[in-house]
């Protein structure tokens, strides 16, 4: 992990930064949004709606190097809300260095903080590096996920 590795909130003034590593999470995907997307993303990011989203960065030597997405939503089978992690990017060069565990750790921690028993994600069956990650960190639940079309 780099030796000035900080994991913060997102403030508004890394607006360019957050829509650029945003832009090239999307584009792994094969996905894009519109621009007027990343506006209310990063308005909703930085509000104070408990129901919306929040972002957590990681910085290092004055650069965002990664960024991860969470919120925290209701569940049918738990009195607390449980805490769903969105979106977790790591620059290319900032991969293997425990840029990606470290943004997870702060969501397990913030989901410790608001009593959240679980924190979730999703991934694509074919995103090896990021599962070896998950695998470590995480437990592989059996569900499938189906959507409208």
């Known amino acids: ?79 607390e809300s449980v805490c769903y992690l969105q979106d977790l990017y790591a620059r290319p060069e900032a991969r293997g260095t425990g840029v990606g565990r470290a943004l997870i750790q702060a969501v397990y921690d913030e989901g410790d903080r608001q009593g959240a028993p679980s924190v979730y994600w999703l991934t694509q069956d074919s995103n090896h590096t990021a599962r070896k990650l998950y695998d470590r960190i995480g437990k592989q639940t059996p569900f499938i996920r189906y959507q409208r079309p």
């Open 1 to 79: 992990m780099p030796d000035t590795l900080t994991i913060r909130a997102l403030q508004l003034s890394d607006r360019a930064q957050w829509a650029e590593m945003w832009r090239d999470y999307l584009a792994f995907y094969e996905t894009t949004v519109p621009d007027q997307t990343y506006d209310s993303t990063f308005a909703r990011l930085l509000g104070n709606d408990p129901n919306d989203f929040s972002c957590f960065v990681a910085e290092a030597d004055g650069q965002l190097v990664g960024l991860t997405h969470y919120l925290f939503h209701r569940h049918a089978w738990k009195e």
